[in-house]
């Protein structure tokens, strides 16, 4: 399966801490994206990195791709109570299908 | 704002009775997507249309039918819900196919309850 794996489940932070959560996946892809989910709604795209780039950064937001690992890390800095939320990555497959496949996610509580 | 619209954003139904929920979206994207997520799980590909042309996950059941009548709208059938149909139901939309480029844009869900 393709699907990527986050790591960890849950992470509880302090407000200003840093998060970090990892993403393993099994097959080449294409590219690797992250998602964020408030309880109960729908998914937000936060940022899409090629499979040709190693870092991307998006405002307190920096992700990293390491294709020989087939991993990802998303690293949110200075944390807020309003980053808690469930992040989910998701891989679009090599050879440009339309389908991404999601892992089942990190569910990330930032406490004030 | 263009947006991704989903109606209703509750839907309760009774076993076996066929529901439908809505989605429309303002962004003339040429994809749409519909995505079953149970609790704590990841999203799961149910189908997709590209403009007119419908493409179905081979492990979606046959319980479950769409339709895109314009650009803008695409329903979601279940012909007979059973209760571990109970789940959201997330629409998305992408500019075209190649997810080399495309994010997905999401609506904020229907959660389906079936008693």
């Known amino acids: 399966s393709q699907q990527g794996e986050e790591d960890p489940q849950a992470l509880s932070i302090q407000e200003g801490e840093n998060a970090t959560m990892n993403c393993s996946y099994k097959?080449?892809?294409?590219?690797l994206q992250w998602y964020r989910q408030n309880s109960g709604r729908g998914l937000v795209h936060l940022i899409l990195?090629?499979?040709?780039?190693r870092e991307k950064h998006s405002g307190r937001l920096r992700v990293t791709l390491d294709t020989s690992k087939k991993s990802s890390s998303l690293l949110i800095t200075a944390s807020r109570a309003a980053d808690t939320a469930s992040y989910f990555c998701?891989?679009?497959?090599?050879?440009?299908?339309?389908?991404?496949?999601f892992g089942k996610g990190t569910k990330l509580t930032v406490n004030p | 704002d263009a947006m991704v619209i989903q109606n209703p954003r509750y839907q309760v139904t009774q076993f076996g009775k066929p529901v439908t929920l809505s989605c429309s979206q303002t962004?003339?994207?040429?994809?749409m997507y519909w995505y079953q997520q149970k609790s704590s799980q990841a999203p799961k590909l149910l189908f997709h249309?590209?403009?007119?042309?419908?493409?179905n996950e081979a492990d979606t059941p046959d319980n479950f039918q769409s339709r895109r009548p314009n650009t803008s709208f695409c329903f979601l059938d279940i012909r007979s819900p059973g209760l571990g149909d109970a789940a959201m139901y997330l629409c998305?939309?992408?500019?075209?196919?190649?997810?080399?480029?495309?994010?997905?844009?999401f609506g904020p869900g229907t959660r389906l309850t079936v008693l």
């Open positions: 097959t080449s892809i294409n590219n």
């Open positions: 998701a891989t679009g497959r090599k050879g440009g299908s339309e389908k991404l496949v």
């Open positions: 990195i090629r499979s040709n780039e």
């Open positions: 998305a939309t992408s500019r075209d196919l190649d997810s080399s480029y495309n994010e997905q844009f």
């Open positions: 962004l003339n994207h040429n994809v």
């Open positions: 249309y590209y403009d007119k042309d419908f493409n």
